[in-house]
């Protein structure tokens, strides 16, 4: 560790808290900061020389695993041709055919450089196109740093305790109403008493950055119902779960079609990127042809463009979303298991190749019961997987990701090190 702590001694010198990103600076967990030399398949390789089995997945573009050879081919391919044009390019028609493909309620979209600008675009785009101002967000979901989404978020906010980040102008808050994940009454009252106000409704249809929670049967057809009725625009934030837990993400799985959707992560095939996207005629209030304006110097890029078209196509030919759910499955099980044998309260939600844990006694469904769960337990569990080669993300209010090579004896040993991490609290 000898190596990554002197890096981290001059990051310090020079970047807020070491890092680029806050989740990544291990505040929550204790210690410092590995550094990552380079990643393939499964595997982290650190800068002291160790291996680790990786249940971050870069926060889950991985999806395919690290340094996938037709993700890197793909980029030196379009490499060849150069970096950026600024104009438009054959990959950016390849890439909007496939993800109106992929994803049920897209007619039409437009890409950027990250989930944050995609998010911040949709919700934009949504009081642009209804004229209203008030938008739902729900407590502990997390949908970048958007000013006026910075609000009761998760993630790294809620990690760090700064939940309502400072910075952001009262004005810019009073526009966001904050609601329980789940309450149903409480997003049905706000609707009879202030729908014509509402321009929007962002979700995480399935939140995922305060562990991982479920929805109720039957909320996410609510939100629709409402949205419709109200005129109001229902934005799914897919950023994490598109691609992630079936190709056409949540609403392929729950058949709950959004008005717009976010999405980022899996389609940059580890290059920055972020889509938006949905109805045709809310897509066409965007500049050139609309009132909204939107824009990005390297959206579209064509290397970005390149790596997500080769990850899409990759998935639509393994479709291995059948395989992911087992590993989540063998993964689930075992940590429930060996945690009732030792009398130990776990709750581990699971879909697809996504989970998460919560020391609790009873099952998460909001953002109070996750922030009740037992963190310190979570971060012994954190460091003794880690000092024995599993990596978790460094926070109880993330998400744990598999990808396609989390398989053999990497799985295995995997289990087995997380089992016994649990046997050890
Ligand atoms: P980015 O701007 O980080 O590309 O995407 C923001 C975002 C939007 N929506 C959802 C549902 C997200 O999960 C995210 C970002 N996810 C975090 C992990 N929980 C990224 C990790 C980080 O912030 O370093």
Known sequence: MNISKSLFKRAQDLLPGGVNSPVRAFRSVGGSPFFTERAQGAHLFTADGSQLIDFVCTWGPSIHGHNDPDIRNAIIEALDKGTSFGTPNPYEVQMAELLVDCVPSLEKLRMCNSGTEATMSAIRLARGFTGRDKVIKFTGCYHGHVDSLLVKAGSGALTLGHPDSSGIPAGFAAET???????????????????????????????????????????????????????????????????????????????????????????????????????????????????????????????????????????????????????????????????????????????????????????????????????????????????????????????CFMCTQHKGEDIDLAIEILCNAIRAL
């Not at 109403?177 to 009879?192: E, G, K, R």
């Not at 399935?206 to 939100?223: F, K, R, S, V």
């Not at 005629?281 to 064509?302: E, F, H, K, R």
């Not at 075992?334 to 009732?340: F, G, Q, V, W």
């Open 177 to 399: 109403i904050v609601l329980d994940y789940n309450d149903s009454a409480a997003v049905q009252a706000t609707f009879n008493e202030q729908g014509s106000d509402i321009a929007a409704i962002i979700v995480e249809p399935y939140p995922a950055n305060c562990g991982l929670i479920m929805p109720d049967t039957g909320y996410l057809e609510l939100l629709r119902e409402l949205c419709t009725t109200h005129n109001s625009v229902l934005i799914f934030d897919e950023v994490m779960t598109g691609f992630r837990v079936a190709l056409g993400g949540v609403q392929e799985i729950v058949g709950v079609m959004p008005d717009l959707t976010a999405m980022g992560k899996i389609i940059g095939g580890g290059l920055p990127v972020g889509a938006f996207g949905g109805r045709a005629d809310i897509m066409n209030q965007l500049a050139p042809l609309g009132p909204v304006y939107q824009a990005g110097t390297l959206s579209g890029n064509p290397l970005a463009m390149a790596a997500g078209i080769t990850a899409l196509n990759k998935l639509k030919m393994l479709q291995p979303y059948a395989q992911l759910e087992y590993f989540g499955i063998r993964v689930r099980d075992a940590l429930l298991d060996t945690a009732k044998s030792k009398g130990i309260a776990l709750q581990v939600p699971q879909v697809g190749s996504m989970f998460a844990l919560f020391f609790s006694d009873s099952p998460v469904r909001n953002y109070n019961d996750a922030v009740a769960s037992d963190t310190h337990h979570f971060k012994s569990l954190f460091n003794y997987a880690l000092s024995n080669g599993v990596y978790l993300p460094p926070s109880a209010f993330e998400t």
